[in-house]
């Protein structure tokens, strides 16, 4: 199972993700929350910071966002220049490069407009093994096995009903 991350669960975490999203000193960041340096590198790691976030966005952080949004737009229209001059002069190789490089720049700034999500989908389906056919048989089978020997069979009995009911 999945550990839950615990900068997601901290009532201060869009102020947090929006100090992520700004600065580059995680140390500090972790220091200033009083936050576990590792769980801040992980929910970091793990692009927990760039969610959609609720509250409104600061004037640094629409300044930086439209600054970053405009320098990818840029090398966009540079990569799809080089992607023109390469088709002209007959150089397919960097041509197929030009695309590449236009494409990742397309890519770029859909994530950054939130029309790509990254977060990967989670299908979880809990099993109750215990009312499992399969978990049948292997009652039986156990119980037959242990037919000739039945202080035994009580002590494995015993065992298994506190694992079924929680138990270690």
């Known amino acids: 199972m999945t550990r839950i991350c615990t900068i997601c669960d901290d009532p201060k975490h869009d102020e947090i993700d929006r100090r992520c999203r700004l600065e580059k000193d995680i140390a500090k960041i972790a220091k200033e929350f009083s936050l576990s340096y590792p769980a801040l590198y992980r929910h970091i790691s793990a692009?927990?910071?760039?969610r959609e976030v609720t509250t409104i966005p600061t004037t640094a952080e629409l300044a930086t966002s439209e600054e970053i949004l405009k320098e990818i737009k840029e090398h966009h229209t540079e990569a799809k220049g080089l992607l023109l001059a390469a088709k002209n002069s007959g150089d397919l190789k960097t041509a197929l490069l030009g695309i590449d490089k236009a494409l990742k720049c397309l890519e770029l700034m859909a994530k950054?407009?939130?029309?790509?999500?990254e977060q990967p989908q989670l299908n979880v389906n809990l099993?109750?093994?215990y009312n499992s056919p399969?978990?049948?048989?292997?009652?039986?089978a156990l119980a037959d096995a242990l037919a000739d020997y039945p202080e035994l069979r009580?002590?494995?009995a015993g065992r298994l009903l506190t694992l079924v009911r929680g138990g270690r």
């Open 112 to 117: 950054i407009q939130g029309q790509i999500n």
């Open 127 to 129: 099993t109750n093994i």
């Open 154 to 156: 009580r002590s494995v």
């Open 47 to 50: 692009n927990h910071h760039i």
């Open 134 to 140: 399969e978990w049948s048989k292997v009652g039986e």
